[in-house]
């Protein structure tokens, strides 16, 4: 079958920096993504990788191996707005998103 | 207005009520999804239509009807649901290529009592 793990919930401080992890099992890859969605709110795009390596955007990275099925979601200098969910997907072969639970991210000052 | 937008926001309905959710996406997008997120679950997707045609159902059960009449709306018709039905659904839509990104409307919170 196809599966995403990430964690559950994860308390990090502002200022800090958060590595969220997601590995994955899919039929065939085309790609991860990873989302934002704040409680009541609509899941929001922030990274897509298809080829291994880091990808930078601001405060926010998303790295990808595929030979591991394994990604994660780096956040620094948190900020209480990150306080969030986040959610990993894997676009399949047949270009379906298999979706993760979501990590619950909960930012202490 | 622009991306995606859902209406109604939050609905309360009973089990014998007949309700339609609304999505209308103004982003161009030529496929458009619905939705089902509860608590501390993945996303399980509903409807996907491409063009305008339904292209994957994934075994919803018959009480969940969508239409699509063109590619910028989206609705889901509701008819004796269960108070299991309860959740958030979400719209998204995105354009065909290689990444597919979605775009996400606000989503409708469901109460079914």
């Known amino acids: 079958g196809q599966n995403i793990d990430q964690p559950t919930e994860m308390t990090a401080t502002e200022g800090a920096i958060v590595q969220i992890n997601c590995t994955y099992q899919?039929?065939?890859?085309?790609?991860l993504f990873w989302y934002q969605q704040h409680a009541g709110e609509a899941p929001t795009f922030l990274s897509y990788?298809?080829l291994d390596g880091l990808e930078e955007k601001g405060r926010f990275s998303s790295f990808l191996s595929r030979s591991k099925g394994y990604s994660y979601l780096l956040l620094k200098e948190l900020q209480m707005k990150d306080s969030a969910s986040y959610l990993c997907?894997?676009?399949?072969?047949?270009?379906?998103?298999?979706w993760g639970a979501g990590t619950k991210l909960i930012i202490k000052p | 207005e622009t991306g995606v937008t859902q209406t109604p926001r939050h609905l309360v309905m009973g089990m014998t009520n007949k309700k339609s959710l609304k999505c209308e996406q103004h982003?161009?997008?030529?496929?458009m999804y619905w939705y089902k997120q509860s608590a501390k679950k993945p996303l399980e997707l509903m409807f996907v239509?491409?063009?305008?045609?339904?292209?994957e159902n994934n075994s919803v059960p018959s009480r969940f009807s969508p239409e699509c009449p063109n590619s910028s709306h989206l609705f889901l018709h509701l008819h004796t649901l269960q108070p299991e039905d309860s959740a958030l659904y979400l719209c998204?839509?995105?354009?065909?290529?290689?990444?597919?990104?979605?775009?996400f409307g606000p989503g409708t919170r469901l109460l079914v009592l």
């Open positions: 998204a839509s995105s354009q065909d290529g290689d990444s597919r990104t979605q775009y």
């Open positions: 982003l161009g997008h030529n496929a």
């Open positions: 239509y491409s063009l305008e045609e339904r292209v």
């Open positions: 899919t039929s065939g890859f085309n790609g």
């Open positions: 990788n298809v």
């Open positions: 997907a894997v676009l399949d072969s047949n270009y379906q998103l298999i």
